[in-house]
């Protein structure tokens, strides 16, 4: 019987192993040494909260993997021998495979900061990670500051977590407003308010210069390059994460920044193959980057790698780019490609909506020329995922988005709506007389 | 902020301390004129009974129920042994020794609390409300920004099973065994309650009036606390208020004003088989003799059951009752809503549910059957099982020990929806009509999962919804209740409550959404 060994079960590692087993009867063995069984990573920050307990942050029962024969290992990979077809252990015991599946994921990043490997400075990815929160930043007590370095998704929501134990938080970002490289100008501004409204001491356009130890190897303080010096006890590097993929650096796989791997997900090394955050695209799938630290690609990858693997060879094509996040206490979602004024286009251009009070906005994404709809950001409402993705493909006209919004909208019941009014401020901009349709479930469900 | 929270805490809990020291207190003493005038009412016959009552409690005093009580429930047994052995049945008392000794003890009841009715309710039920709203009332202001906060949840005692949680716990349990099984300890709380029963139904209180009253109060601050904490949540406001309506006018008020204008006590919105006891000889013969509004009542309890609720169901799910109008869920979603992380989300749980629910329903399916049967051919045996009998053990097992007991004394152990999930046969019923014809679904909303698990762990019916949204699958479950806050606690907007075309409602999915087409026709083809 064929084997098939996985390094890593995180959601990548586990979807794999999932859909073989679904598809084959082949003996699945998964390496991990972070935890025993699969959680979902991306709930730590609710267990810190005490919204869930760890156990809740695992989608399975423990007896899932034995009911489904997928052996579960704990243990640290060391080196990966391709030419015995072997994986070895950082106890010394090796494994066998026939197939090997590299999804390790990612790990902070570190920029070479001095004092980034003092106690108490931490990123915020594995279980071991929220563990060393709790001992550094149990309380408020403890913790008299904490000092958040990188203003992405990660830094937002250890500063969430960390307000959520009233620590008086510190949040350093680099740009001169929040994720903009990512999010518009409208959108970064509006989430920057969010955050100084929840007591976050936002300091924008300011880089971290140092973190100052004491005399315990501890982290004490950190120097910026507007010359402060912020007394802190946990300093939180959050500025973006990179492949988890340090111990392959001796073996012949082929490294980029990620493990290099083709459509197919095959590494150079035969019978190897990477997949989630530590796979690394040769070429870019369309606007996406060719390293996505996502968890839903993650998964895709596992899924059509699975094919892949039973003998049903199955390219990773990904469709239209959506993805969500939650600020604080405001819902991010994304369909299709908005990009900020870094990144735009030459053809994009945006139209931009905000509520009066709430913080609720929405930017659609078209092209110049043809209206062409690019995409949709939505902050404080809930869309529909299908329809976005249908218009999308059937390459919809931004006129035709702004008519049947309201098949989109996915808010809960009762809630106000608001497409009267965005088609309104569209309709005053672009000179359009456009009146929205009402809701159809016959268009919702109609297929492409 | 901070301080006006524990100043209602000590208030609250003042007014808690002297309601639950009130069962064992007192002063109880009955005069011989209102002693006989109890006989002739009750129609007692017992001489033997009568005697023994004359000689140890008439014109004594007494320091408590624990005092009072022994000697009537005694008594009671004594004599009625007595008049068996003498087979002299026409004069055995057949009122439970219990409910004797809580009758009694209300005419017998003296003393400061009877006397300072009004005080008492303020020192008590006054206190508690004030002590509670500050408590709650703060968190406008605590909880910050709107939105989900369910933080420290797990970090507190009260609602991570830590000590307040079991002593709430005891708490409840003991109140409903009280209630249920010691009425005559409930004496003194009716007297807080008299005056405002007499204004209703012109009747002094009972126990269950009690119950009636303190499940609105409770209910109405519980939803304040709702109120609070999903304030940017239009769906959990209206149902709360729709919820807490349906309790205070049609569970409390209405079967009240009913009795005053003297027609049958009749709660319009509890829906046979909730109501189990609606086609029990007793209540059909009153019905039957209370005329117009009796058999309208009849007509209306058999058109719910049968046309009503299900039609309903068919359009909204099984929320528009679970949810939104019956009393239980009305407990469950406010006091209960604290403890909603509790209930069990393994798959074991789910067996147990789905053989318990369905058992309860069929045994309530057979009892009504054989009281039917009982009822039109005038035997009070079916197939030789006393009818009677199989009434009794429903009423012991289920609907006293089951749904009161153990459904809403085990909130703070095992959640709030105990009851309705592995017991109520009413919602096993409109679970089946959920399930196979209805138009309700919650909808995922495609690749968005992440599998947090929020939305399991506050499912209040223990469905593990992160199995179905993280597969973007549609949720079409018998059980689910419709609460929204699995929608509400989603961090990425992935669940939502719809009431939609049947067709397509269940979507079994091989691949999510987000891959390339293509890959989705592979797969879906195999």
Request: charged share 20%.
């Amino acid at each position: 019987m064929e084997h098939i060994v996985i390094i890593g079960n995180g959601i990548s590692g586990v979807t794999v192993a999932r859909h073989i087993r679904k598809l084959s009867d082949k003996k699945i063995t998964i390496i991990s040494a972070e935890t025993d069984y699969f959680f979902s990573r991306t709930a730590l920050m609710y267990i810190y909260m005490g919204h869930m307990k760890f156990e809740h942050t695992q989608p399975y029962e423990n007896w899932f993997w034995k009911k489904n024969r997928i052996e579960l290992v704990k243990g640290y990979v060391k080196h990966v021998h391709t030419g015995a077809n072997k994986v070895e252990l950082a106890d010394g015991t090796a494994i066998d495979y026939d197939k090997l599946v590299i999804a390790t994921g990612s790990k902070p990043n570190k920029f070479g900061w001095s004092g980034q490997d003092l106690e108490g400075v931490q990123g915020l990815y594995s279980k071991q990670d929220l563990d060393n929160l709790e001992k550094f930043a149990p309380d408020k007590e403890t913790c008299k500051r904490a000092v958040i370095v990188g203003g992405g998704l990660i830094g937002i929501e250890m500063a969430e977590m960390l307000r959520s134990r009233k620590i008086p938080v510190t949040f350093l970002v680099r740009e001169d407003s929040f994720w903009n490289g990512v999010l518009p100008s409208g959108e970064s501004a509006l989430i920057n308010e969010h955050i100084q409204e929840h007591h976050i001491d936002l300091r924008l356009g300011t880089n971290l210069v140092e973190i100052l130890s004491d005399e315990n190897g501890r982290a004490k303080a950190v120097v910026t390059d507007k010359g402060d010096t912020i007394a802190c006890d946990v300093v939180g590097l959050t500025a973006g994460v990179s492949p988890n993929i340090d111990f392959l650096k001796e073996s012949d796989i082929e490294l980029g920044r990620g493990v290099k791997v083709n459509r197919l997900l095959e590494t150079s090394a035969k019978n190897v193959y990477a997949i989630g955050d530590c796979a690394e695209q040769h070429e870019a799938i369309g606007n996406r980057r060719p390293i996505e630290a996502v968890w839903y690609t993650g998964r895709m990858m596992g899924e059509t790698l699975a094919q892949t693997l039973c003998g049903n060879p199955t390219e990773y094509k990904p469709g239209h780019w959506f993805n969500s996040a939650k600020f604080l206490d405001v819902e991010y979602q994304t369909y299709g490609w908005v990009f900020s004024e870094r990144g735009m286009k030459e053809y994009e251009q945006h139209f931009h909506w905000r509520h009066s009070k709430e913080k609720i906005c929405i930017t659609v994404a078209f092209h110049k020329e043809s209206k062409l709809f690019l995409g949709i950001n939505t902050f404080g409402i809930r869309m529909r995922h299908e329809i976005f993705d249908k218009w999308l493909t059937e390459e919809r006209s931004v006129d035709y988005v702004m008519e049947y919004l309201k098949d989109a909208n996915f808010d809960p019941e009762f809630y106000k709506q608001y497409e009267g009014e965005i088609v309104a401020k569209y309709n005053s901009e672009f000179g359009t007389s456009i009146n929205p349709k009402k809701k159809s479930w016959k268009r919702i469900f109609s297929n492409a | 902020m901070k301080t006006i929270k524990n100043i209602g805490l000590v208030i609250f809990l003042i007014g808690l301390a002297i309601f639950t020291v009130l069962p064992v207190i007192g002063t109880y003493k009955i005069s011989s004129t209102d002693f006989s005038e109890f006989v002739n009412e009750k129609g007692i016959k017992s001489d033997l009974f009568i005697s023994d009552l004359e000689k140890n409690v008439v014109n004594q005093s007494f320091d408590g129920m624990l005092a009072f009580a022994p000697i009537i429930t005694d008594a009671l047994e004594k004599a009625n042994a007595q008049h068996r052995k003498n087979k002299e049945y026409k004069k055995v008392i057949y009122t439970k020794p219990h409910d004797m000794a809580a009758q009694l003890g209300k005419k017998a009841g003296s003393g400061f609390i009877v006397e300072n009715k009004g005080l008492m309710w303020f020192l008590t039920f006054g206190l508690g409300i004030i002590g509670a709203l500050l408590f709650i009332l703060p968190n406008v202001v605590l909880l910050g920004q709107k939105g989900i906060k369910n933080d420290g949840i797990y970090h507190e005692s009260s609602t991570n099973k830590g000590w307040v949680a079991w002593l709430v716990f005891i708490f409840l349990v003991g109140f409903y065994l009280i209630l249920y099984f010691r009425s005559e300890y409930a004496v003194n709380w009716t007297y807080l309650v008299d005056p405002i029963s007499e204004s209703l139904s012109g009747n002094p209180a009972g126990h269950w009036f009690v119950y009636g009253f303190m499940y609105c109060v409770v209910m109405t601050v519980m939803a304040v606390r709702m109120y609070i904490k999903y304030r940017h949540n239009i769906y959990q406001i209206v149902r709360t208020t729709s919820v807490l309506f349906f309790q205070i006018v049609f569970a409390f008020l209405i079967p009240e004003i009913m009795v005053r204008l003297q027609m049958p006590y009749y709660d319009f919105k509890n829906a046979f088989p909730l109501d189990y006891d609606f086609f029990f000889q007793w209540n059909l013969k009153s019905l039957i003799n209370s005329g117009g509004i009796g058999m309208f009542i009849l007509f209306w309890g058999i058109i719910l059951t049968l046309v009503i609720v299900p039609v309903m169901v068919y359009f909204f799910g099984k929320r528009w009752y679970c949810s939104w109008v019956c009393g239980c869920g009305g407990l469950a979603e406010t006091l209960g809503d604290p403890y909603r992380q509790h209930s069990s989300k393994s798959l074991f749980s789910w067996k147990v549910e789905r053989w318990l629910i369905h058992s309860v329903l069929l045994f309530a399916l057979v009892m009504t059957g054989m009281t039917l049967y009982s009822f039109f051919s005038e035997t009070g045996t079916v197939l030789g099982f006393k009818t009677s009998g199989v009434q009794n053990t429903y009423s012991l097992l289920i609907g006293s020990v089951f749904a009161g007991v153990i459904g809403t004394g085990f909130y703070p152990i095992f959640g709030n929806r105990v009851w309705c999930r592995f017991g109520c046969p009413l919602a096993a019923y409109l679970g089946f009509v959920q399930r196979f014809k209805s138009r309700f679904r919650i909808t995922t909303n495609g690749g968005q999962c992440i599998s947090c698990g929020n939305c399991s762990t506050y499912c209040e019916q223990g469905i593990d919804v992160r199995a179905y949204a993280q597969k973007g699958e549609n949720i079409v479950r018998s059980s689910c209740v419709g609460c929204g806050v699995c929608s509400a606690v989603c961090p990425r907007g992935v669940l939502k409550l719809e009431n939609g075309p049947e067709e397509g409602r269940i979507n079994p999915t091989q691949v999510l959404l987000g891959n390339d087409p293509d890959l989705m026709e592979l797969v879906n083809k195999k």
